[in-house]
């Protein structure tokens, strides 16, 4: 009864079946949140436990049906290897190994040339958070001295019990697209502890819808406008006889509506886990705040005209993992720049194996490092600083933006089209612009400064 409903649904909207089951499987998730808040909150941990396990358990069947197993096998080796290596290196090390290579091999055998929903996209999610749990179980065992005041918000005191596993593993406000939480704040929702009244169910309804609502607005902007912007264009002939200027202009609206996908299920998510209390981050200036779960700064993200700002506002939860887990653990190197390198290797393989993912990642490191360098430039040229001071700023900012969306579809092509057949054709087709625009900038750099910054302010700089 419920596949030629789904099937009817979404022939009506003219998304593919498994983009239903998932949107359809995020909004689950506000009944279920209502459910908890009404009749579980004052529930023993067990009963709620066993709750977010099989709702959780559900939604896996109900998108990708006796596939859930994968996930089954590894939050179930994840628990042995907590009870049976204990607090060691040898555990946290054998814990991202194996997550991390049954990911890849998920990967290799489910690969295709298109964006495809299925076991391995909410896997993604689930490897992040047992590899997290790894760390965090590993630094209770320290010191508080030793640790950062990040690790001890998240170090585990005591091992969990299986049921606590599942239940942080499996909740539906985070299992199919995140956001990425700790079991320490998963335990916190299980005692009641994450509301702004103590004892009773959060005031959280209106901060949920809010946040739903948003989320909505970007799924509705998506579903509009994204059947005139498809993936499949860039390979037609009508593309390729298009002017240069309009195959520019194709790339920038591309991936600004495409983008929309992502946001609108991460904040139509979050929404969920504030309603549920997951969300609430304490008080700030005397307000309740309910960001802990929030994966997009949906209005830094529209209005800021930087790359780092496009990066800080997208994908935050996943973004903070990375830099807590393997960037900041990297200290022992002594590198900035090796330590920023390996993170965006490990976050590209974490996407996939496609070329696509390595060249994106690639090129968002080169253009970050060309960004800051023309922003030290900015801030040493006494020129350059009243121009962003001046009158003239708001034509600058339209200029620049347009320059940042342009650039920011730019890498995306390639992880997007994913193969090198795809995106090569594209970038050939706009005669590598992206990567010629950015190589001069860098290539041009010391002779801007040479130019602009005076000499003694040069010197200073080096001394320092």
Known sequence: MAAPLLETVSESLGSPEPAVRLILSILIGYPCALLYRRLLFHQPATVIHLFH?????????????????????????????????????????????????????GYYYTATEEYDIKWTMPHCVLMLKLVGLSFDYYDGGKEPSQLSPEQKKAALLSVPSLLEVCGFSYFYGGFLVGPQFT????????????????????????PAMKRFGLGFLCLLIYAI???????????TAEYEAQPFWYRC?????????????????????????????LGYNGVVDGKHQWDACANMKVWLFET???????????????????????????????????????????????????????????????????????????RDSPLLTRLASSPLYPFIYVVQQFIHWLFMGYPLVAFCLFTYDKWLKVYSSVYFCGHVFFLVVYLSMPYLRKALVPKKERKDKKQE
């Open 249 to 277: 202009v194709f790339i920038l609206l591309w991936a600004k509506i495409g983008l929309y996908k992502y946001v609108s299920c991460w904040v139509i998510a979050e929404g969920v886990c504030i309603l549920s209390g």
């Open 304 to 378: 800021t005209p930087l790359f780092s700002g496009t990066i800080a506002s997208f994908n935050i939860n996943t973004n903070a993992w990375v830099a807590r887990h393997v960037f900041k653990r990297l200290k022992f190197l002594g590198n900035k720049p090796l330590s920023h390198v390996t993170s965006l290797f490990f976050l590209t393989i974490w996407h996939g194996l496609h070329s696509g993912y390595f060249l994106c990642f690639s090129m968002e490191f080169f253009i970050i490092t060309v960004e800051r360098q023309a922003q030290a430039l900015v």
């Open 183 to 206: 079991l320490r704040s998963y335990q916190r929702l299980v005692a009641g502890e994450l509301t702004d009244c103590p004892g009773k169910p959060p005031n959280s309804v209106v």
């Open 53 to 105: 396990r099989s709702r959780g358990l559900a939604l896996a069947a109900f998108n990708f049906g006796s596939q859930l197993y994968h996930s089954v096998v590894c939050v179930l080796v994840q628990f042995l290897m907590l009870r049976l290596m204990g607090r060691t290196v040898t555990a946290v090390l054998s814990s991202f190994t194996f997550q991390m290579i049954y990911l890849l091999a």
């Open 225 to 235: 406008f994204s059947p005139y912007y498809p993936d499949s264009y860039y390979q």
